[in-house]
């Protein structure tokens, strides 16, 4: 016998339980739809959760302080510094925002009066030894040099005037932004016009650098981004001081920096000491309580579905005894009975993933278009049709043996 043949009866048989069928199907059919878009998001949310910002994040910490209104405080930006530096187990400090941490992105001009900027990169300034405080890796040119630093106040405390020309800051462009500018040419030499804190600015390029991610957000422009840095020194700046640490020593570093840093600013209040893991953590605090909440989601829907198979199952082997019977009386072994409730459900399941791997991708352009969400690949669509092609199988299989275990003689006294 053709498998043909024996897939022709059960077809039949489920004509006349059309409705029941076609009911079970669709409740595949939408099942899968949302999970394949649920599992796509949680992966995505993931997938963002475990990007490195480029940094050598494991080492890297940040002490907000800030003054207290009123109080008097002997430190300054260069004090401050001095004092961090001196801590044991530091390995590099400045005055600066880190990433994952309140950085903004900055229009680049080719000119000082252009009007539609190249890019709009994230730009991560800070004081001299902000590079070698972040750990990140020049792959063409050079690093930034303190000497070649312009002053903080005499930069932007000089309210004279002055072009951008004037205020030119030496900057290192990620690969990728660097690409983008200068696809056919070296980024190194070339100028770009921005704004810092509302005053003009120019930037010469003497880096390109590896990937760093000022953001993480799960956009192709998360990797374009601009470092620069300007010199301080006697200006009481309160703000963020980051730091980092020789390797693996940042949990015993941190507390002592924390607390030089208190002594050296007793105006100052410290509102935030944090590590880049902590940075981290609540960055994707909101993506790791939406996966927990799609994960329930995601186990109930694939509970109720089991259910509703092994269900209707049960009840079609109740209504079938009488056949069973028959059908094992005529000579049919367990293994053929237990088969043929297999096959019916792999029909009845594979109409059902079938429409679902449709209406999945579908459902995946309706989010696309309202919630920015990223098309949907093809591995979580096979992914969810394998899963619930075996998900059917193993809630028919319980109805299905007990089926099987009928004796012909009890079957056909049934009624």
């Not at 199907?25 to 649920?38: H, K």
């Not at 539609?116 to 063409?140: C, D, H, K, M």
């Not at 980092?244 to 941190?254: I, T």
């Not at 009975?337 to 449709?358: D, K, T």
Request: with cysteine.
């Amino acid at each position: 016998m053709s498998p043909i043949d024996s897939i022709r009866p059960i077809v039949r048989a489920l004509r006349s339980h059309r409705a029941a069928a076609l009911l079970l199907a669709l409740e595949i059919a939408l099942t899968l739809a949302v999970l394949c878009n649920l599992m796509f998001i949680v992966a995505g949310n993931l997938q963002r959760a475990r990007t490195p910002t480029g940094t050598d994040e494991a080492d890297i910490a940040v002490i907000q302080s800030i003054g207290v209104i009123g109080e008097d405080n002997p430190g300054t930006a260069g004090s401050n510094l001095a004092t961090l530096q001196s801590v044991p187990g530091v390995a590099a400090a400045a005055f600066g925002a880190p990433p994952l941490w309140r950085v903004d992105r900055a229009a680049l001009f080719a000119s000082p009066d252009a009007e539609q900027p190249l890019a709009r990169p994230y730009l991560l300034n800070g004081s001299q030894g902000l590079n070698r405080t972040l750990g990140t890796r020049v792959i063409q040119g050079r690093d930034l040099q303190d000497a070649e630093l312009p002053g903080l106040m005499s930069t932007f405390g000089d309210t004279s005037g002055g072009s951008a020309d004037t205020r030119q800051f030496p900057a290192l462009l990620t690969q990728a932004l660097a690409e983008q500018l200068y696809p056919t040419q070296s980024a190194l030499g070339k100028v770009l016009y921005t704004n810092m804190w509302g005053t003009p600015i120019s930037l010469r390029v003497v880096g390109v650098i590896a990937p760093l991610r000022a953001a993480i957000t799960g956009h192709p422009d998360d990797a374009m981004a601009v470092v620069t840095e300007f010199k301080v020194a006697g200006e009481g700046l309160g703000g963020g001081y980051m730091l980092r640490s020789q390797p693996g020593q940042l949990a015993q570093v941190l507390p002592l920096a924390a607390k030089a840093l208190q002594q050296a600013n007793p105006g100052h209040v410290q509102q935030m000491v944090k590590t880049m893991a902590q940075l981290r953590e609540d960055t994707f605090r909101g993506d790791t309580a939406l996966n927990r909440m799609l994960a329930g989601i995601m186990v109930i829907l694939l509970t109720v579905t089991a259910l509703g198979v092994g269900g209707l199952a049960s009840f079609w082997v109740q209504q079938r005894t009488r056949q069973i019977g028959i059908r094992r009386a005529l000579g049919a072994t367990r293994t053929d009975i237990l088969r043929y409730f297999q096959i019916e459900n792999f029909l009845i399941v594979g109409a059902g993933v079938v429409a679902g791997a449709l209406l999945a991708f579908a459902l995946n352009q309706w989010l696309m278009q309202r919630f920015e969400l990223e098309r949907l690949s093809a591995v979580p669509v096979l992914i969810a049709v394998v899963a619930m092609w075996l998900l059917g199988q193993l809630a028919v299989l319980g109805p299905a043996l007990r089926a099987a275990a009928i004796p012909p003689v009890v079957a056909t006294r049934s009624t």
